[in-house]
C-alpha cells in the first residue's frame, strides 16, 4: 500500500465500515495492530485516522488509546415561533428613527452558490480556473512557516503589509495613515459605523452596490440616492443632497462602477472633493476592483484619497476581487483625527485581522508572480468581456449596452422597457443561468429602468459565458 493520501484515504474507508458497526466508545485497533494488519506505514494509518477524526467517527482519549465515537443526541425541540414577535417588535419599535435592518435581498443574491449545472453570470470574484492558485498555495505555505503567525499582529495591522497597501494607494500616506481589516464589505461597514450615528443619512450613488446600502442600513443611518451620469455622480444633485439631509457622509465608486462600469473623470473627481468639503462631509472612496484592468485599459487615474490633503477622502480597497474570495484582506486609508476614530471601530469590530491571512497576503503582494498575475488576469478579462459583450448585443439588441467598460467583471445591460427584470433573473434559472436584476443595486421602487448585471468572472470558460447569455433571449417580451 502507497504511503501517500491516497493510500490513506482508501484506508480510511476500509476501517470505516468496520467502525461504524462497533458500538459507542469501543475501542478501536491500535495503530501498530492497523499496522501489521494492512501492511501500510505508521503514516499512513495515522493519516486515515486523522480522516475518520475528521469526519466525528473516531475520538481519541491521550494515553487511552482512539474510540468509537459517540453520538450525540439531538435536543428536545422547543417552540422558538416567539422570536419572530420579538424581532419584529425590535425592529419597530423606532422606525425611521436609526432603526437597524439586516438582510438586504441584493446582497444575499451576490453571494448566492448555484450547483454545477447552472451557469453563473451573477458571482462577483473570479472563477478558480482565474486565480492565482499557485502563488495563493505558495504564499500561505511561506506564511504559515514564519514565526510570527501564530503571535498577536498589531490592531492596525502588520507594519510591512500596512506599508505596501501605503505605497499602492501612493499619495505620499504612510503606514499610520492605514489599517488593514477583513476585505472591502467589512471596511464599509466599520468606515460607515464609525463616521455616522444610527438615523444619520449617508448619501449613496444610484444605482450602488448592494453591500454598500445593507451595510448603511444595518447601522441604522439612511440611504440618500443621488444619480449618476457617464462622469460619475451628478455634483449638482450632490451638492443639493448634502445641503437638503444634511448628510456627513458620501460612498462613491470612483473606478469602474459596480454596476454600472462607469469611471469618474478627473475633473469630477475633484469637483466631488470640492463640494463634501463645502458640507463638512467624508468620501468614502470603495475602490473595489483596483486590480482589476484589462489589457486595454488606459493608464488608470491615481486614488482620490492621493489628492486629497485635506482628510476629505476615505478609501478603502481590498485584494479579494482580483485572487480569491477566501483572501479577505484590504485596507482603510485616510489622513489626520478620523484614523483613530477608524481604528477604534475596527477594534469593537474585529479585534485584529488573523496574523497567517495577513501574511499569506503579504506574501503574494511581493513575490515576483504578483504582476505577472495581473498581467495575465488584465488579457484574461479583457477576452471575456469582449465575448460578453458581443453575445450581449447579440440577445439584447444594439444600444443595450451604454458602456463596456475596460476594467471590473460585468456588464450592465439596458432590457427593453416594458421588461420585468427580476422576473425575468427567476426565469433564468429555470435554463440553467444565473443573472442579478437591476432592482437590486436600487433603494426600492427607485429604478428608472429595468437592467440585468451579468458578470463574466465566474463562468469556467468564454463557451460557458458565451452560451448563458444566449439562452437568455428566450425569455425576453415579442418586441
Known amino acids: 500500500m502507497k504511503h501517500d493520501s491516497s493510500a490513506a484515504g482508501t484506508l480510511a474507508e476500509e476501517l470505516a465500515a468496520e467502525i461504524e458497526m462497533l458500538p459507542e466508545g469501543r475501542r478501536v485497533p491500535s495503530q501498530r495492530v492497523l499496522v501489521r494488519r494492512f501492511g501500510a506505514s505508521a503514516t499512513t494509518v495515522a493519516q486515515a485516522l486523522r480522516l475518520l477524526t475528521q469526519r466525528g467517527l473516531v475520538e481519541t482519549h491521550p494515553g487511552s488509546g482512539t474510540f468509537r465515537a459517540r453520538t450525540e443526541r439531538p435536543v428536545a425541540s422547543g417552540d422558538t415561533s416567539w422570536q419572530e414577535a420579538a424581532l419584529e417588535l425590535t425592529e419597530g419599535l423606532r422606525e425611521g428613527e436609526g432603526t437597524r435592518r439586516f438582510g438586504g435581498p441584493g446582497l444575499a443574491d451576490v453571494l448566492d452558490a448555484h450547483g454545477p449545472d447552472v451557469i453563473d453570470l451573477n458571482g462577483g470574484y473570479l472563477h478558480p480556473g482565474l486565480q492565482p492558485s499557485q502563488l495563493l498555495r505558495a504564499a500561505l505555505t511561506r506564511a504559515a512557516k514564519r514565526v510570527e503567525s501564530w503571535e498577536r499582529p498589531p490592531a492596525g495591522g502588520i507594519p510591512e503589509l500596512r506599508d505596501w497597501f501605503a505605497r499602492d494607494i501612493g499619495g505620499g500616506l504612510g503606514r499610520s495613515d492605514v489599517l488593514v481589516c477583513g476585505a472591502g464589505q467589512a471596511a464599509l461597514a466599520t468606515t460607515m459605523r464609525a463616521l455616522a450615528q444610527p438615523g444619520d443619512p ?7 452596490y448592494p453591500g454598500t446600502m445593507a451595510a448603511a442600513l444595518a447601522a441604522g443611518l439612511r440611504p440618500v440616492p443621488v444619480p449618476l451620469d457617464a462622469e460619475g455622480i451628478v455634483p449638482q444633485h450632490l451638492d443639493d443632497a448634502l445641503a437638503r439631509a444634511r448628510a456627513r457622509v458620501v460612498v462613491v465608486q470612483p473606478r469602474w462602477h459596480n454596476p454600472t462600469g462607469v469611471s469618474m473623470s478627473p475633473g469630477r473627481r475633484t469637483e466631488v472633493r470640492r463640494i463634501a468639503k463645502a458640507h463638512d462631509a467624508f468620501v468614502i472612496e470603495d475602490d473595489f476592483v483596483r486590480h482589476l484592468d484589462h489589457a486595454d485599459a488606459p493608464v488608470p487615474s491615481a486614488p482620490m484619497v492621493a489628492d486629497d490633503a485635506d ?10 476581487k482580483a485572487t480569491s474570495p477566501n483572501l479577505r484582506i484590504g485596507a482603510i486609508a485616510a489622513r489626520g483625527p478620523v484614523v483613530d476614530r477608524l481604528r477604534a471601530a475596527l477594534l469593537v469590530d474585529t479585534i485584529l485581522t488573523p496574523a497567517p491571512l495577513q501574511l499569506a497576503a503579504l506574501e503574494v503582494v511581493t513575490s515576483s508572480g504578483w504582476r505577472r498575475h495581473l498581467t495575465t488576469l488584465g488579457v484574461q478579462l479583457h477576452e471575456r468581456r469582449e465575448i460578453a459583450a458581443r453575445a450581449a448585443v447579440d440577445t439584447f439588441g444594439e444600444g443595450c449596452l451604454p458602456t463596456a467598460p475596460r476594467g471590473g467583471y460585468h456588464l450592465w445591460v439596458a432590457l427593453p422597457r416594458h421588461t420585468d427584470g427580476a422576473a425575468l433573473a427567476r426565469r433564468a ?12 443595486y436600487y433603494l426600492p421602487g427607485t429604478e428608472p429602468r429595468p437592467n440585468l448585471r451579468l458578470s463574466y468572472v465566474a463562468t469556467p470558460s468564454g463557451a460557458d459565458l458565451e452560451s448563458g447569455i444566449r439562452r437568455l433571449r428566450d425569455l425576453l417580451p415579442p418586441s
Open 429 to 440: 434559472l429555470t435554463l440553467g443561468v444565473a443573472v442579478t436584476p437591476g432592482s437590486n
Open 311 to 320: 482628510g476629505t477622502v476615505v478609501h478603502i480597497r481590498s485584494l479579494t
Open 202 to 208: 449617508v448619501v449613496v450613488e444610484s444605482p450602488t
